[in-house]
């Protein structure tokens, strides 16, 4: 019997002992080392991961042919096909590829040509519309409430004007391009934002910093490019169609077809808002009612040795107002009932062609016609505005050492209003003369690749200005990279900026204040430095995305409105002293094995003006909404097996310092506050998607007495026993919007052939 234990124990050590093998292997990714990579064979239980030096190994695997595949967090999934032998070691050794989404994103921003995101020498933040689908709405302004770093300003209680600051820095120092192009400017400033539907948008890119080299005077402060859709990424058709409890409603339809050798897409925005609420009692309506469409055509040529050809078009029209509840438009222009129309038209046209020549050169155009036709209260503001753009440039790689980028640029604008600012100095007989400037300009850049883990990069432009003369703007930018995981850039910059007061800033044409120039303006300067840090790390649990970044801009000649030495006026003036605008910003993103992903950010703030006072004297004054801190933050789930994915968003802001009048009874700085969004959205086969959930989950509003005598909007009784302080009517005291809590609900759809 024991004989028989000992032969039939030796049989199975034979049979099954050489029935298995062993799989050893290390996964690398650009010749590094990737750990905690998850390695398995498919279809069974046998899995491990890499150690830090990117090694696993799995033992005791039967015999036969298997697929292994391994994953990990900011890489595509890998499989291949191997064999295991009996009593043997087989060894393994593969390379992963990055994911593109998260870390090999192609941007154009920071140099006018493609690079990745973790190759790009400046500092460039990138959001694509899945991001913006964390809290879906209508408009390109409303969007950048959970972008870090980014607020938009609402500018009037009445009429919700707003602009875009960017650490800190008022809404005429961001500079806003469509595929490049400078035709967000000017008038387009003031109501524009609210005209660039998220359904026209392929991918945001932000600079913050000043991007003058590239993009001229106005990319002071910061960039915001607006990539817009390529015809043949986009689906053959796709509509999403939301409303909130407000009965605001939201259409975007899109649609592609081919003509021979172009593709085009036809894409329709159109926006509804048009029930008066006035919850905070003081007889205005709390957000601005709306009635907006918008349509955008782009063709795009398929060419030979793939060269580039694309045009677009865009047309907006919109008709709003906000004022008293009471107000219909039979009122518009009179003095009895109060409100602020705003008609809007505009056009515009885009273009870029890739001359068919052996070299790389690009040329690009636009132009823009905005006109608009508003009245505030019974102060009529008419103006006109014309935008051409113009540029040519060589881009060229020389032994893979330099990329050479040189162009020239030509600007032509024109505007006109009913205003005096278009209108000539002799107050006896004053004659209408639009304003008209060229704007030429050169720039050359030249990005040196160092080594492996040293970049350089430095431009220069150089503009005539047919007001001011030359103007030059250098930039130096500096990238080392230690590793593939990390990243340091410095950056440096000049600026410089011309205002244009009644296309900037709303408050000059309310008629709530009369304007006063105290002298002749001389254009702004600045000089900014920025150092950055970047780390991916890719952990057992998920993949992390560290950045931060220290940022400092010092001004000269800064032109300044001041609300606060008359009630009824605005005075500007050039700063005698200097300006200071630094802090820090820090964001982290968090992408887990589990289907949970959470980012957040912060920014803090140092941002003053050192003035000279009626004595003499350098005093240090805060500017007016401009918060000390901020910051956003976003938690994702998806519950996989029911296709369900759950949004949290939101925002901080800190206090801001607001504009007063004498003797004001109202605070000087606002609260803090936060507005915060939830979202449910289910998805279903074949492309659809249905989405709801509560925007403003706090329900936050700023204080009722933010427009100063709501009762009498037309200062007819400024002298009444009841107003001792002399108030006159007043909506600037403003910092957020009215609009409170409400809930949304939408539906999307996609098809592809």
């Known amino acids: 019997m024991r004989l028989l234990v000992i032969f039939f124990s030796l049989a199975y050590i034979t049979v099954f002992g050489q029935t298995t093998g062993n799989i050893t292997g290390k996964i690398s990714c650009e010749r590094h080392a990737v750990p905690y990579v998850n390695v398995g064979i498919s279809n069974t239980s046998y899995g491990t991961s890499t150690n830090e030096q990117g090694i696993f190994k799995l033992t ?86 959970i972008v870090n770093g980014v607020r938009p300003q609402i500018n009037c209680s009445v009429c919700n004007t707003g602009d875009v600051h960017i650490n800190g820095m008022e809404g005429p120092y961001t500079m806003i391009t469509i595929d490049g192009m400078p035709i967000v400017g000017g008038l387009a400033s003031v109501y524009g934002l609210n005209g660039i539907p998220n359904s026209m948008i392929e991918q945001m890119e932000i600079v913050k910093g000043p991007a003058s080299t590239l993009y001229g005077s106005e990319a002071v402060g910061g960039l915001i490019n607006v990539i817009t859709k390529t015809p043949e990424k986009t689906p053959n058709f796709s509509f999403d169609v939301f409303t909130t409890s407000w009965r605001e409603v939201n259409t975007d339809i899109t649609t592609k077809f081919k003509v021979k050798n172009a593709t085009s897409i036809i894409g329709i925005n159109y926006f509804n808002y048009s029930l008066p609420i006035d919850n905070n009692g003081d007889n205005f309506t709390d957000a601005t009612l709306q009635d907006r469409v918008a ?82 209260g019974n102060v009529p503001y008419l103006a006109n505005q014309n935008i051409a753009f113009a540029q040519l440039y060589w881009d060229k790689k020389i032994k893979e050492l330099h990329r050479l980028t040189i162009g020239t640029a030509l600007r032509y604008n024109y505007y006109d209003d009913n205003s005096v600012a278009t209108q000539t100095s002799d107050s006896l007989n004053p004659v209408n003369k639009p304003e008209q400037f060229w704007l ?44 593939d995981q990390q990243h340091i850039r410095l950056s440096f910059g000049t600026g410089y900026r011309v205002v244009n007061l009644f296309t900037e800033d709303h408050a000059a044409v309310t008629g709530a204040r009369t304007v006063e120039i105290k002298n002749k303006l001389n254009p702004e300067k600045s000089y900014n430095g920025n150092i950055g840090y970047q780390k991916f790390i890719n952990t057992g649990f ?49 992408d887990f094995k589990l289907p949970i992903k959470i980012m957040f950010g912060a920014t803090f703030l140092d941002v ?5 006072n009626e004595f003499g004297n350098i005093e240090r004054n805060i500017p007016l909404l401009t918060e000390k801190v901020s910051g956003t933050y976003s938690v994702s789930y998806k519950f996989l097996k029911l296709n369900i994915k759950i949004d949290y968003s939101g925002n901080l802001y800190g206090p801001m310092k607001l504009p007063l009048v004498e003797n004001d009874y109202r605070p000087e700085y606002s609260a803090w506050y936060s507005v915060q969004n939830i979202q449910l959205t289910k998805t279903f086969n074949k492309g659809w998607e249905i989405y709801g959930g509560i925007k ?15 009762n009498d909007p037309f200062d007819k009784n400024v002298n009444s026993s009841d107003n001792p302080n002399g108030y006159t009517f007043d909506p600037s005291y403003v910092y957020a919007s009215n609009q409170g809590i409400r809930g949304f609900i939408g539906v999307r759809y996609q098809f592809f052939k």
């Open 440 to 483: 030429p300009g050169f720039f050359a850049q030249d990005e040196f690749y160092l080594n492996e883990k040293n970049k350089l990069l430095v431009g220069i432009r150089l503009d005539y200005d047919s007001r001011h003369g030359y103007i030059t703007t250098p930039r130096v930018n500096y990238k080392w990279s230690p590793s």
């Open 60 to 145: 005791n695997i039967p015999v036969g042919k298997y697929t292994l595949q391994a994953s990990a967090i900011g890489y595509k999934n890998y499989k291949r096909t191997i064999e295991v032998k009996s009593g043997e070691s087989t060894p393994i050794q593969f390379e992963l590829e990055k994911m593109e989404q998260q870390l090999n994103e192609v941007v154009i921003t920071g140099t006018l040509n493609e690079v990745t995101l973790m190759e790009s020498v400046a500092p460039i933040e990138v959001f694509t519309p899945v991001f913006f689908r964390k809290n879906p709405t209508p408009a390109l302004f409303e969007a950048l409430q």
């Open 542 to 590: 998920g993949f992390i995305n560290v950045d931060a970044s220290l940022f400092y801009t010092y001004f000269n000649n800064k032109i300044v409105p001041d609300y606060e030495t008359d009630p009824d006026k605005i005075i500007y003036d050039n700063l005698d002293g200097y300006a200071i605008s630094q802090g820090m910003s820090f964001n982290a993103s968090f």
């Open 295 to 376: 349509l955008f055509n782009k063709w795009s040529f398929k060419r030979k040795e793939q060269k580039e050809a694309s045009v677009a078009l865009r047309y907006i029209y919109e008709d709003r107002w906000g004022g008293e509840m009471q107000w219909k438009p039979k009122f518009r222009g009179g003095d009895s009932i109060y409100a602020e129309s705003i008609y809007t038209s505009r056009y515009e046209l885009i273009g870029k062609y890739q001359l068919p020549i052996k070299e790389n050169l690009f040329s690009s155009f636009s132009y823009s016609n905005h006109n608009q036709n508003s009245v505030y």
């Open 608 to 612: 003053y003006q050192m003035n000279r």
């Open 696 to 710: 403003n989950l706090l329900n936050f509003t700023p204080p009722k007495y933010s427009i100063l005598r709501p």
